[in-house]
């Protein structure tokens, strides 16, 4: 091999390697941009709430709610609270994993004007509901599902979804997946430091 023909393939070889583009290369580069979309797509509703980014602001549907304790409520009943409206069943996980942290920020927060409705989508009698909820030391109001409650909220199709509602009676955020109780928290703080 003469020396100008090696001194070309060092030069070729001491240049940053090429990466090349094979199948499995790029199948693997449009799972991690799935994953990325999802992960956004999932946590995007939740920063928003938190830091106050992209509020919809529209009027909260007129919806009367069957209360475990106390028969109807009015929606329109709790304003001047910020409001947490939250669907939830007691099979789904992800349900049962957010209630806690719901159950703190309602214990803490209350006292300044933030309410919890959880709307059981259970297709349970009233009663296996509350067993559930005294079970797990859930104390803010529950009330059962009825047709015209999914409708209003534009017929909730995955569980957990919550609907977080200013003093105004707004509808400011929607939070499909588990609501994380900080995001929850600095969303409520936010809401109530608002005029009313």
């Given amino acids: 091999m003469s ?5 070309k393939q060092a030069e070729r070889h001491a240049g940053a390697p090429r ?12 799972l991690w941009i799935g994953v990325a979309g999802l992960f956004l797509w999932r946590v995007g509703p939740q920063v928003q709430a938190a830091f106050g980014l992209k ?6 549907p007129a919806v009367i709610f069957d209360m475990l304790a106390g028969g109807p409520v009015p929606l329109h ?6 409001v947490l409206v939250n669907f939830w069943a007691t099979w789904c996980p992800p ?3 957010e209630m806690p942290g719901f159950q703190d920020v309602y214990e803490a927060k209350r006292a300044r004007g933030f309410t919890v409705v959880g709307v059981s989508m259970d297709n349970v ?19 059962m599902a009825t047709p015209d409650a999914d409708v209003a909220f534009g017929g909730v199709n995955s569980f957990p ?5 200013d003093r105004r009676g707004r509808l400011r955020y929607t939070v499909r997946g588990i609501f994380a109780e900080v995001t929850l928290r600095a969303a409520v703080d936010r809401l109530l430091a608002e005029p009313s």
């Fill in 3 to 7: 020396r100008e023909r090696r001194e």
């Fill in 19 to 30: 990466a090349r583009w094979t199948p499995f290369r790029v199948a693997e580069t449009l």
């Fill in 55 to 60: 509020s919809s602001g529209a009027n909260a």
């Fill in 77 to 82: 009943a709790l304003e001047g609270q910020v």
């Fill in 95 to 97: 349900c049962r994993a």
């Fill in 125 to 143: 009698s009233r009663e296996q509901v509350a067993a559930y909820l005294r079970e797990h030391g859930i104390t803010y109001p529950v009330a």
């Fill in 161 to 165: 979804t919550s609907f977080l509602i």
